[in-house]
């Protein structure tokens, strides 16, 4: 485990190496919260190296009381947001989740099928909400981690992943009768051909 501390006074004195350090320790779960904002591979790349930059130009801002990683999340954050404002249409994805081989082709495909609706429901959520439910469930990012990258209370963090969850939930409960029916039209087209009741 590395010493943050001493991490950055060394970058800040002007170590390089020291801030190779930085990139090797954030550089994955920096892209990979850049690919859930943006799901795109080459936007994800893209703010990745441009996060890394602003980090390096105001490493000198740094608050020690601050985590590293949430300082470095908060800035890879902002550069996702304003991407997202540049194009206006985002997606989350999680099709990136491996299914175990142990499963069949029918779980595999209700599988897929799941990670669809969640994949919809959490895309068409609203920023504020998207974002903690990122931080949350994805990157299983503390309340507290989640408080200092958004820079507000712990207790509206809260309220905010609860309040996303339960849209979500409404989404999800919502999609799954639609399915439902969807289902029993087809069964019922299907007996029709048939000729059964």
């Not at 943006?38 to 190296?49: G, V």
């Not at 990670?115 to 309340?143: C, G, T, W």
């Amino acid at each position: 485990m590395h010493d943050e501390t001493l991490l950055i006074k060394k970058v800040q004195e002007g170590d390089i190496d020291a801030f190779k350090e930085i990139i090797i320790l954030y550089k994955k779960p920096m892209y990979n919260l850049c690919f859930r904002m943006l799901n795109s591979r080459e936007e994800a790349e893209d703010a990745t190296q441009e996060a890394f930059i602003k980090i390096y130009r105001g490493i000198n801002t740094y608050n020690a009381k601050y985590k590293l990683s949430s300082w470095v999340f908060k800035i890879a954050s902002n550069v996702c947001i304003d991407a997202i404002r540049k194009r206006k249409t985002y997606t989350v994805s999680i099709d990136d989740y491996e299914i175990p081989d142990k499963y069949t082709p029918e779980e595999n495909y209700i599988d897929s099928e799941m990670k669809r609706d969640v994949n919809a429901a959490v895309e068409s959520l609203p920023q504020i909400y998207k974002e903690v439910i990122i931080y949350y469930h994805f990157m299983n990012l503390s309340y507290k981690e989640i408080s200092d990258i958004l820079d507000m209370p712990m207790t509206k963090v809260k309220n905010r992943l609860y309040r996303a969850r339960l849209i979500l939930k409404q989404k999800l409960h919502s999609t799954i009768l639609n399915e439902r029916d969807d289902t029993d039209e087809l069964r019922r087209d299907i007996r029709a051909n048939d000729g059964i009741s």
